[in-house]
């Protein structure tokens, strides 16, 4: 069982690790994500500096890291139903960590919404649409993603709250959206300043 475990997180981080919109930006445009726009390595940046198309691409690559370490690595494995939600749990934490703090870039990674929404569809495909309906009607009224990613952060769990989710899971919410907030810390002090950059803005 502890070979299977470790087994799990070193898989997770390693799958989380691949710096998909790193990639797509640099062998479809040529460029070094990190050194344009935000400089964040996320599937936004990739939107604002590469275009539509490849942004919604570099998103799909990250959510499907998510997926992949969530049900792929964990049915893979097989772990008994007794103890699933805490190894979801465990393979989504570690998924996004890998993505967040990526080995490959030198531990500076992008802020994990992308694959976060990947392993949720993992857990419970119905909490990730409400909260990507959420997370659009947002988007439309104020334009700004980051204030659109905060807002499904913070009911991330209670949603999981909504849906009889198990009581791990629920805790487990409120660690993950409040590791969604903090990722974005810098994007709250622009949006209190005034200076955050809309989606059809390049980056101030």
């Given at each position: 069982m502890f070979a299977k475990f470790l087994m799990l997180i070193i898989g997770s981080y390693l799958?989380?690790?691949?710096?998909?919109?790193?990639?797509?930006?640099?062998i479809l445009k040529k460029i070094d994500i990190r050194r344009v726009g935000s400089g964040n390595p996320g599937a936004t940046n990739v939107y604002r500096t590469c275009g539509f198309k490849i942004g919604m691409f570099a998103f799909f690559m990250?959510?499907?890291?998510?997926?992949?370490?969530?049900?792929?690595?964990?049915?893979l494995l097989k772990f008994s139903v007794e103890i699933i939600s805490i190894?979801?749990?465990?393979?989504?934490?570690?998924?996004?960590?890998?993505?967040?703090?990526?080995?490959?870039?030198?531990?500076k990674g992008g802020k994990g919404m992308a694959t976060s929404a990947g392993a949720l569809i993992a857990i419970d495909w119905r909490?990730?649409?409400?909260?990507?309906?959420?997370?659009?009607?947002?988007?439309v009224l104020t334009r700004?993603?980051?204030?659109?990613?905060?807002?499904?952060?913070?009911?991330?769990?209670?949603?999981?709250?909504?849906?009889?989710?198990?009581?791990?899971?629920?805790?487990?919410?409120?660690?993950?959206?409040?590791l969604a907030i903090y990722r974005h810390k810098n994007n709250i002090k622009r949006l209190l300043k005034g200076e955050e950059s809309k989606i059809y803005e390049k980056k101030k």
């Open positions: 799958i989380g690790s691949i710096p998909f919109s790193f990639l797509v930006a640099k990250d959510a499907l890291k998510g997926f992949l370490a969530v049900y792929g690595l964990v049915t190894v979801q749990i465990i393979a989504f934490i570690t998924v996004v960590a890998g993505h967040n703090w990526t080995v490959f870039l030198r531990f909490v990730c649409l409400i909260l990507f309906l959420i997370w659009c009607l947002c988007l700004y993603v980051s204030f659109s990613s905060i807002i499904s952060a913070t009911i991330l769990p209670v949603m999981f709250w909504l849906y009889k989710l198990p009581l791990a899971t629920i805790i487990f919410g409120f660690f993950i959206g409040g």
